[in-house]
């Protein structure tokens, strides 16, 4: 009789131009393991990764996490009782809160996840990313939270202009003056609600950091990343792997001052003189993670080996000059996957 | 980091293309300026990289400025500091 291969639940099927990291995380997975039994969970019956049929079997649909926590357990539960689910890797920020609360509910199912405390979660928030710079001696950018106009009007005092106005969980918008401000305070407040961060804009190369903590203050592994090709939204479409040690040293200072437990992906600015200011943390792997397995790093298979109480061997080097090119095809998919998604929102092939 | 270990560390292609893994620019430069690229690696100064230009290219005329002028374009960059003059041997 064969083994029963690991059973990883990967969330985040959106595959857009703007895409969600599941798809990546689940490339990686394949790469370094083809027998690892892959269960998507997805959000939208035209989620792009669920039609992947070469990458995933199982996908199943979850209800937002926004509809209630009960309704999103009482999916979890059904999806293990049907598959079982030995590790599960969220992709998705606005859904990191509801496995957060859930964790200890998954770990008495026996399923495993790597995640970050809520302490953790919280200080790497937009809005507290000062208190994050303070305490682990990385540099921040001048930044605020508001709730009013009153706040806007006077924030400048503190957060000079240009500043980018910024939601919770997505989207920046550069504001020259109050009145740009203003516009995008309200455009923020209509889509993602209060508090809203502002962020004095440090002129400069972006650069992006995929890392993985062990929850100690170690550092996994990390691999830096310079984007090559932006979409209209700035999303990377094109991005090289680069090697600074003042880059990688950053991952290190965040792990150290956090004790950091999973993924996450760090964006930086990197200003004429060379250094690098910290505009934000994601708690979650980033959709170009795929090129960490391209170099040489699979982070994703770390993180399912950590999540299992193993230590990853998966060294500490990378290939610099590695790059990532998107492309976007048309998938062929079969009606019956698509029914199937619609009406019991589960496929198994 | 010293100019010297970021040139050492640049990837040059025999076709004249440039990646900087500090960074992840590229660039691409013709022959002459792979020359010089090859040469500052070595750790030559502006006298000596001269001398191996005429050397190796048909050229006539002032090779200071043309030199003073790729510099300037490498600092511009990022490739070597701001400070960079390229007189050190």
Known sequence: MSERPLHVAVTGLNATDNPAPGVAVIRALRDADPSIRIIGLGYDALDPGIYATDLVRDVFLLPYPSQGLTAFWSRLEYVHSKL?????????????????????????????????????????????????????????????????????????????????????????????????ATHAFYKVVAQWGIPVVVQTQILGEEFNIVALGDGEGGLVGAVGMKKLMLTDKGKGWAGITVRDPALLEVAQQFMS??????????????????????????????????????????????????????????????????????????QIASITDFQNMVTTGEVSR | MSSATHLKDLALSDTGFVFDPY????????????????????????????????????????????????????????????????TEK
């Open chain 1, 257 to 330: 001052a956090t004790k950091w437990r999973g993924p996450c992906e760090i964006e930086l600015m990197r200003d004429k003189l060379g250094h690098y200011h910290l505009i934000e943390i994601n708690p979650r792997f980033p959709a170009w993670v795929y090129l960490s397995a391209g170099a040489g790093l699979n982070l994703p298979y770390a993180a399912v080996e950590l999540a299992q109480g193993k230590q990853p061997n998966i060294g500490t080097d990378y290939k610099v000059g590695t790059l990532f090119v998107r492309i976007s095809i048309d």
């Open chain 2, 23 to 86: 960074t992840g620019a590229t660039f691409t430069t013709n022959a002459t300026g792979l020359a010089i690229l090859q040469a500052l690696r070595e750790g030559l100064g502006r006298s000596a990289i001269i001398d191996r230009l005429r050397e190796r290219f048909d050229v006539h005329g002032d090779l200071e400025s043309d030199i003073t002028e790729f510099y300037q374009l490498l600092r511009q960059h990022g490739v070597v500091p701001p400070n960079f003059t390229g």
């Open chain 1, 84 to 180: 079982g689910i030995d590790v599960i890797i969220p992709t998705l920020d606005a859904e990191l809160p509801a496995f957060l609360d859930l964790e200890p509910k998954l770990r008495a199912l026996g399923i495993k996840t790597l995640l970050p405390t809520r302490e953790q979660f919280t200080l790497r928030e937009k809005g507290r990313l000062a208190q994050l710079g303070a305490k682990s001696g990385i540099r921040v950018p001048a930044t605020a939270v508001v709730n009013t106009i009153e706040e806007l009007s006077r924030v400048h005092f503190s957060v000079p202009y240009p500043m980018y106005v910024k939601g919770l969980y997505y989207g920046a918008t550069l504001a020259m003056n109050l009145e740009d």
